[in-house]
């Protein structure tokens, strides 16, 4: 036994312990004074409680707690004493007992956060703070003592050593003593760390019962025991709840039970209970009905095992019952709702389907498969049976977009219709089905995402069909060219097509209930009119000319047919007139006409025409000798320089404008002639060539005149080069080629001048033989290159092909153009091995994409009419191309239209084999020089190449009609048409608009190296790809 008595005033403290029978003393100072003699006489008194002491053993619990924390404050005057419990989890103390001064505080919790226990609890020994204890836990103090100073922290165990909870002493002031203190506690905290680990194991015990109870309560589940050898039962609180049984006092007994059975039940459900009693073979797992004293109906389930002895008899069952009236209520709803709800789809033509997104699982009902003509299918095969009925084309769009619609943030409603394969169902008449899916978004999960999504199927066939009907006659109505307009048998009009108003400008709600009279142009008489109707009248419809008015004033031709229509009873019901505008028919051919032999942007006469008119001019003369003529071959000085500075436009204008000087000096205007770009041509009927300088002189002169254009003063010059009949040549092909060779002859001797073609110019062949002979060693050491230009899908943006275009990189004069080479390699026999060498290049360099997986990639390469006709029976192309293993549709030839038309008798021939090999051709150029139109008929082309000066001034309306005019044949001929020199996006949005199939130029790429094109077609494909990849 050990006992300390310890007391202290404000400066001394003296302490007596009593251990094993032997008395110590001493003070807090080691040295006894006079003051603590005087005090030793009242610790004697405190040593009389001793007895009190040696209670703490015979206490437990709160009275306990409470004793140990007067005490603390009797004998060392703590402020506060905290006897706490601390968690399983180290988290927090419960405080079982505190006395702040002497006085029993209230009961609390907090957690070991920032405050000294939890140093305790960590380290699991005593913990001491002398002094600053506010300053190190200002929150801990503020709590519990305020300007607390000193602490004392003890641990306490269980008795199987597990800390189980925190002695805190707590001192306003500066405690000196702790040796004192923590000796005096050591009398009683073996004890107390027992009683507090027992009050926690309480604790939870009651935290575990009350847990059990609130979740019985909750699930609406009891518990029970039947002890069968005592005949005794044990309910919780929630059988007594379920029983309605408001009193816990009354014992329960089988005959309570027995008696609240449903009397319709009781019988079966005892005998279940006894039976699984007597044998484990019986499950004691059933659901019935009770009723309470109140006539309450409640459905149960219950629940038992049966324990038993050694010898097998049962001795106890314990088991639990379960309130499930709320499952049975709902279930009994849903069961009606369910049959009523089967009943009403049963009832309708829709079949009704949910699906759900997560297990990806189709719910239908049977009118859902009648639909389709199947059985419904096995369970969980019902999403890929049904796709499986659906045309594929129709299935994947319907997928694509299915998903789209999943991943809107705002979905609505989806709907898609679709065919089903003639092997799932045909309509009667033989037909296709048609059917449409109809759905909304029903049930997301927490972030919103959908995860069920339910709808109707309906059979739209006959829909389908009647709106296929309709809207036929609605395109007819609506898209014919001829227009239409309807009246009543009142002559009132009912109704008018679109044709209709943009014929005569007035709408239809304009219209509506006046009479056709209001078209009248006043030429027609009466008699006229009086005539129509009669007509009419007589024979059912009328069909003549009549001159009607616009709502602007003006007046056209129509060519008009009216006819009658009658009910079943031969009554009139309404009068129907359809016509045209003859005056826009004929404007069509005028245009036609005009662009067949005219330069839509002079309005000169074109390359073709001309060339006729020459050649007609020839064949019109007698006698050589007698006759003579002479050509004017005009090429502006310096006009890229023009276009390069102030653009395209800019360029267009000075064309116009040389054309209107030629115009001036020349008398007659058929004679003079765009031929191309910036060059003009003059035919001088009966005029010797120094009649045709003179002639030429006043074209310079004029020309020479400065003129403001766009508030720009413009300087032009111009070099002509004459050719006269017989002397420079007796055929058109001669007189042209020489006047363009006297030309270019005058450009060498410095531009704005009159060069005449003789013999003269010879010398300039020397320098034409010295590009030849570079040019012939550039080919056979393969000193020229092959560049490739994308020709693009105008509506998808994909490459639909490449063209080849031949760069000469010369080692004195560097990069030289195809304009100056190409045509020396023409006139000097060079142009065919140039030719194949191009095309070799071009079949490398093809084999090699086809072999990197773009087997569907086309190549057009330019070739020289002059070389197929000179071929001297060289190997054709075709060999050629078959020799690298190509198809012969890999390849398409381009040639110009002014080289083909003025060779077409001599090429017709050679173009038809190279169709029938499967060899396309395409006419480069079209639209300049000659003319455009009829060499359609003439060569029968696969594709058209628009001439990249119609695009460029595709601004312009004349210009915008002609390329409209062109593509439009073309879509009826059935020949494709490439719009080349595209260079900004307006321009490739005006082609859309017209349906050009392909657009080729800057806007998309300049013509690059071979190496390069295989980087633009796998960039293409990985884009192809990755919109895929975003689609799913």
């Known amino acids: 036994m050990f006992c300390y008595i310890a007391f202290m005033n404000a400066r001394d403290c003296f302490y007596l312990s009593f251990s094993c029978g032997k008395v110590r003393c001493g003070c807090g100072d080691s040295v ?25 053993n015979q206490l437990c619990g709160q009275e306990l707690f409470d004793t140990v924390g007067l005490s603390l404050y009797e004998a060392f005057a703590v402020d506060k004493v905290i006897i706490g419990s601390v968690h399983d989890d180290n988290e927090g103390v419960h405080i079982l007992s505190s006395c702040f001064q002497g006085e029993r505080g209230e009961k609390s919790y907090f957690p070991l956060i920032n405050v000294p226990e939890n140093q305790v609890v960590e380290l699991c020994q005593r913990v001491i703070i002398p002094n600053a204890l506010e300053q190190a836990y200002p929150l801990y103090t503020n709590q519990h003592v305020e300007s607390a100073e000193t602490y004392v922290g003890i641990p306490l165990y269980a008795r199987n050593q597990q800390l189980v909870g925190v002695l805190s002493c707590i001192f306003k002031r500066r405690f000196d003593s702790v040796d004192a203190l923590c000796e005096f506690c050591e009398t009683f905290t073996g004890y107390l760390g027992h009683e507090v680990g027992y009050e926690t194991l309480l604790m939870r015990q009651s935290q575990l019962q009350w847990q059990l109870e609130e979740g019985q309560r909750v699930a609406k589940v009891g518990s029970w025991i039947w002890n069968l050898q005592e005949e005794y039962f044990e309910w919780s609180k929630e059988v007594y709840r379920i029983y309605d049984i408001k009193d ?22 005892l ?52 309130d499930v009236t709320d499952v049975y209520q709902i279930s009994a709803k849903l069961n009606k709702a369910s049959r009523q709800l089967t009943t009403t789809f049963n009832s309708v033509d829709e079949g009704i389907w949910e699906f759900d997104l997560e297990r990806r699982e189709l719910a239908t009902s049977a009118k859902f498969w009648h639909l389709l003509g199947r059985e419904k299918p096995k369970e969980g095969d019902d999403l890929e049976a049904w796709l499986s009925c659906i045309v594929e084309e129709d299935r994947d769009e319907g997928v694509d977009y299915f998903d789209r619609f999943i991943q809107q943030q705002h979905a609505s409603v989806f709907q898609f219709e679709f065919r089903l394969k003639p092997c799932s169902r045909v309509a009667v008449d033989g037909n296709e089905c048609w059917l449409t899916v109809k759905g909304s978004i029903v049930a997301r999960d927490e972030n919103g995402k959908p995860t069920k999504v339910a709808g109707i199927q309906r059979d739209i066939t006959h829909t389908v069909e009647a709106k296929r009907q309709l809207d036929r006659a609605q395109v007819v109505f609506d898209n014919t060219s001829e227009c239409i307009l309807i009246t009543d048998k009142h002559n009132k009009i009912i109704s008018v097509n679109r044709a209709f108003e943009e014929t005569t400008g007035y709408r239809e709600k304009e219209l509506l209930g006046l009479s056709p009279s209001i078209l009248s142009s006043g030429i027609h008489d009466a008699k006229y009119y009086h005539s129509l109707w009669h007509n009419l009248n007589r024979y059912g419809h009328w069909k003549g000319e009549v001159w009607n008015r616009r709502k602007n004033g003006e007046i056209y031709p129509e060519e008009i047919s009216i006819n009658v229509i009658r009910d079943d009873n031969e009554e009139i019901i309404n009068f129907v007139a359809v016509f045209r505008d003859i005056s826009h028919w004929k ?14 942007l002079t309005g000169l006469v074109n390359r073709r025409s001309f060339v006729q008119r020459v050649k007609k001019h020839i064949s019109s003369i007698d006698d050589k000798r007698a006759q003579t003529f002479s050509l004017l071959f005009i090429d502006m000085d310096d006009f890229k320089s023009l276009n390069d500075l102030y653009g395209h436009d800019f360029g267009d204008k000075v064309l ?54 766009d508030d720009i003063e413009v300087n032009t010059t111009v070099s002509i080069g004459i050719s006269t009949y017989p002397e420079s040549g007796e055929t058109h092909t001669e007189l042209l080629k020489n006047a363009d060779y006297a030309m270019y002859n005058m450009k060498g001797q410095g531009r704005n001048g009159i060069c005449q073609y003789d013999s003269a110019l010879q010398s300039d062949y020397i320098e034409k033989l010295k590009m030849r002979d570079r040019l012939k060693k550039a080919i056979s050491d393969e000193l020229l290159t092959v ?12 490459i639909s092909r490449f063209e080849a275009l031949i760069r000469w990189i010369d080692e004195i004069e560097g990069s030289i153009s195809p304009a100056e080479f190409i045509p020396v390699a023409e006139r000097y026999g060079l142009i065919r091995p140039l030719g194949d060498f191009v095309l070799h290049q071009v079949c490398r360099d093809l084999k090699q994409l086809h072999q990197f997986g773009f087997s569907d990639v086309t190549i057009s390469l330019n070739r020289s009419v002059k070389e197929f006709i000179s071929s001297n029976g060289l190997p054709p192309i075709w060999d050629t191309i078959e020799s690298y293993g190509l198809p012969l549709n890999a390849i398409i030839v381009e040639i110009t239209e002014s080289t083909a038309s003025s060779e077409s008798s001599d090429i017709q021939s050679l173009l038809s084999s190279f169709k029938q090999k499967g060899i396309e051709i395409a006419l480069d150029d079209f639209g300049t020089g000659f003319s455009s139109l009829s060499s359609i008929v003439e060569l029968r082309p696969n594709i058209i190449k628009i001439d990249r000066s119609f695009i460029e001034g595709i601004d312009k309306q004349e210009n915008r009609t002609l390329v409209s005019l062109i593509i439009d044949l073309s879509h009826k001929l059935g020949i494709q048409v490439v719009a080349e020199g595209v260079e900004t996006r307006k321009q490739l949005n005006i082609l859309r608009e017209m349906n050009c199939h392909f657009v080729q130029g800057f806007f998309y790429s300049p013509a690059v190296p071979f190496s390069n094109c295989i980087s633009i077609l796998e960039g293409q494909l990985l884009g192809q790809a990755l919109a895929k990849q975003v689609r799913k």
């Open 271 to 322: 005998d279940t209970l006894h039976r699984s009693i007597e044998s484990d073979a019986v499950n004691y797992n059933l659901v019935h009905r009770v009723q309470l004293w109140d006539g309450t109906i409640k459905y149960l389930r219950k629940r038992a095992e049966v324990l038993r002895d050694s010898q097998g008899k049962a001795i106890e069952m314990r088991g639990t019952v379960h």
């Open 656 to 709: 116009v404008h040389i054309a209107s000087c030629l115009k001036r000096v020349f008398p007659v205007a058929d004679d003079i002639c765009r031929y191309g770009g910036d060059e003009f041509c003059v035919l001088l009927p009966e005029t010797t060539s120094g009649a045709a300088r003179v002639w030429g002189q006043q074209v310079v002169d004029s020309v020479a005149e400065a003129f403001v254009l």
């Open 587 to 600: 404007k069509a051919e005028e245009q036609l006409t005009f662009f067949a032999y005219k330069d839509p």
């Open 787 to 798: 560049y490739y230009q994308p020709v693009v899908d105008a509506k998808t943006g994909q």
């Open 32 to 56: 006894i004074t006079k003051q603590a003699l005087r005090l030793l006489l009242v610790i004697i008194e405190k040593l009389m409680d001793y007895k009190k002491l040696n209670t703490f």
């Open 248 to 269: 816990e006092s009354v014992l329960p007994t089988l005959s309570l039970l027995s008696a609240l059975i449903h009397p319709e039940d009781r019988e079966w459900v």
